[in-house]
């Protein structure tokens, strides 16, 4: 029924249990005079449609606090109300909707070890040291919100309108954060990670200091979009990073740091103005996105990572967008048979020595086998074969003429160049450091008219940057180039060609990158890609070459014509 605790009463509660036990409604009334203090307070029984009401004002609470009512449709009203756990001694804070939720005196305070603690307008958590450990506190208020510095286990926000986070506070998570849609304010806060046990760090906020301490696991969002306005401290944790994108958006400088234990990222994004500095050797496994400002990789160690699922590439720099310094490019080779591969490269100030720290190489100047140690154990049969040629459209005949074998591996690989390089059959990773090729890149083309249209015009041409390009993009300058290209397809053994929307053998509109290929020039020619050309595709087949044993070491042209066995029988 009602407890009317009247007005003149001195009152003395230590010890006692007041149950509102009824199935009806109920109030649970706030005494006069205001020192009047509640011991424990239970809420029970099953109330079907009635509610029970705490009013406008302060419940002050010494020692438990029991909300064990059920309802049907009935509910608590919680409207202007404040439950103050008062007690100098242990409490513990009950999982309950609150409205107004305050802490006082000395006492420690316990968050309830499971369930959800409902703030629906302020928390005051007082001095109290607490014991966190398994609950929820859920923001859920329907008008503007103020989340207090304080170590949450799990805090959530149902609230869909704005929640302020403390200027200068830290915001402790040990277990879950679940920000919902509301539009927050976080200037100069910091969301603190501090879990010992595994923890995912949300996408779609935009923190400001971002931070990870403690010993736990620690993941990155594998979907959207995990922002950080000022500074982002991963600790020594060990990172999960699949599908995540970390956007560094200051407007202005700002650290990009490394993962610890070599982790690599997975998409990097760069927005607002100002330069972002690489704060340690890292790696990509997705898209580096410079879409405002500039990228400083800051002499560390830059790594594009290419394995069999994808390459990482650097997406279209516009607007003034720019990378500063070297990368190193990674390319897996995929698996093939030993057979010549088109190849070329991403960055620049490279030579044949680069590649030929991955990939063994024979024939010329520099190599262990070369025409001048054929006597050395094991060169025989290799010392004469170049491994390495390039093409030169310019030298007359028929198309294969126009071979050139490599001379030495101080050969420049130059850009805008096409290289055919001989591969085992086992896939490898090989990688190039410098800097990136960027902006307007024109190809190496020619076009000389012997008066043979099939032979002449061909050339050997190379995506110039760290990205797969697409062909059918608008941003192209083709000025006397035909239309298709040529690549050659291992799984066919026939050449994979692309004209618009009329893809051959496995041929494609995307070009991988460190990938050559062939056009034909059918008068003076240029060909000039710009940024925009650039695809964000990680997996772009990277086609190669295919030959079966024995067959000739002479490079692949691009007839389409059976190729001629080894008299020697020496395999390859």
């Known amino acids: 029924g009602t407890f009317t605790p009247g007005a003149l009463n001195t009152w003395t509660c230590a010890g006692s249990t007041i149950d509102f036990n009824g199935t009806g409604v109920q109030t649970v009334p706030i005494p006069t005079p205001a020192s009047f203090l509640y011991n424990n307070v239970t809420i029970s029984n099953a109330r079907a449609a009635n509610s029970v009401t705490l009013p406008v004002g302060t419940i002050k609470i010494g020692g438990a606090f029991n909300p064990t009512a059920t309802f049907t449709t009935g509910n608590y009203i919680i409207t202007g109300n404040t439950i103050n756990y008062t007690s100098s001694g242990a409490q513990t804070i009950a999982a309950f909707n609150y409205n107004n939720l305050t802490s006082s005196s000395t006492g420690a305070r316990t968050l309830a070890a499971a369930g959800t603690i409902g703030v629906a307008g302020t928390f005051i958590k007082g001095g109290n040291a607490y014991t966190i450990t398994g609950s929820t506190m859920n923001f859920n208020g329907s008008a503007g919100q103020s989340v207090p510095a304080f170590n949450y286990y799990n805090i959530a926000a149902s609230n869909t309108t704005t929640i302020t986070f403390p200027n200068l506070g830290t915001v402790g998570v040990a277990g879950s954060f679940t920000p919902g849609t509301a539009a927050y304010t976080v ?117 594009l990572i290419s394995t069999a699922s994808g390459t990482a590439s650097i997406a279209a720099l516009t607007g003034g967008a720019d ?90 690989i130059v850009d805008g160049k096409g290289y055919w390089v001989y591969l085992g059959a086992n896939p490898i990773t090989f990688a190039v450091t410098g800097a990136p090729y960027k902006q307007a890149k024109s190809a190496s083309v020619t076009y000389t008219n012997t008066g043979s249209p099939s032979d002449d015009g061909w050339n050997v041409v190379s995506n110039p940057y760290p990205s797969a390009i697409d062909w059918d993009k608008p941003n192209w300058t083709k000025t006397n180039i035909s239309g298709t290209i040529y690549i050659w397809n291992s799984s066919t053994g026939s050449f994979a060609s692309y004209s618009t929307g009329a893809p051959v053998n496995g041929g494609s509109n995307l070009i991988a990158s460190q990938q050559a290929y062939w056009v034909q020039a059918t008068g003076a020619p240029s060909l000039t890609a710009q940024e925009l050309v650039k695809s964000n595709v990680l997996n772009t087949t990277y086609l190669k070459t295919a030959n079966t044993p024995k067959t000739s070491h002479i490079p692949m042209a691009f007839k389409d014509f059976p190729i001629p066995l080894n008299t020697n029988n020496t395999p390859n």
Not at 231 to 247: E, I, K, M, R
């Open 187 to 303: 200037t100069g806060n910091t969301v603190n990670f501090n879990g010992s046990g595994s923890q995912t760090i949300p996408a779609a906020f935009n923190f400001n200091n971002l931070t990870s301490s403690s010993t736990g696991t620690r993941t990155l969002a594998p979907a959207g979009t995990i922002s950080v306005t000022a500074v982002f401290t991963p600790g020594t944790n060990a990172y999960t990073t699949t599908g995540s994108t970390v956007n560094f958006v200051a407007a202005g400088a700002q650290a990009v740091p490394a993962l610890p234990g070599s982790v690599n990222y997975n998409n990097i994004t760069v927005s607002g103005s100002g330069t972002k500095t690489l704060g340690g050797n890292s790696g990509i496994i997705g898209v580096l996105t410079i879409a405002a400002g500039t990228f400083n990789v800051n002499g560390k160690i830059f790594t």
């Open 323 to 412: 990378i500063l310094g070297n990368i190193t490019m990674q390319r897996w080779t995929g698996n093939g048979p030993t057979d010549w591969r088109f190849l070329c490269s991403a960055v620049s100030g490279q030579t044949l020595a680069n590649w030929m720290t991955y990939i063994p190489m024979s024939g010329f100047t520099g190599c262990y086998c070369n025409p001048s140690s054929c006597g050395t154990p094991g060169c025989a049969a290799t010392c004469t074969y170049v491994s390495v040629y390039t093409y030169n459209e310019t030298k007359t005949g028929i198309q294969d003429s126009g071979f050139v074998a490599a001379s030495s591996t101080g050969d420049a």
